[in-house]
């Protein structure tokens, strides 16, 4: 759901229209009629729990990953 107010009443409201938001609800904010901020939630992260070795396996590295770098590649030669 969306609700539009004007600044003046944004500002005698922001604790229930912050209460809004947080509910998932879109907030506009309009001054003079033009839309000028939106209110809504911040995501912040995730509630799912992490699941340790969920992806074993899915990922590798070469032999030679950690080996040092050629003089090539330091000086931009090919």
């Not at 947080?22 to 907030?27: F, I, P, Q, S, Y």
């Not at 209110?39 to 699941?51: D, E, Q």
């Not at 770098?69 to 931009?76: H, Q, S, V």
Request: hydrophobic share 35%.
């Amino acid at each position: 759901m969306t609700q539009t107010v004007s600044v003046d009443e944004a500002q005698t409201k922001l604790p229930d229209l912050l209460a809004d938001a947080l509910a998932g609800n879109e907030v506009i904010i309009t001054e003079h009629g033009t839309p000028v901020a939106r209110l809504v939630p911040v995501v912040t992260h995730s509630k799912k729990k992490r699941v340790a070795g969920l992806n074993r396996g899915t990922i590798s590295t070469s032999k030679d990953f950690d080996e040092p770098l050629p003089d090539e590649f330091w000086l931009g030669q090919e």
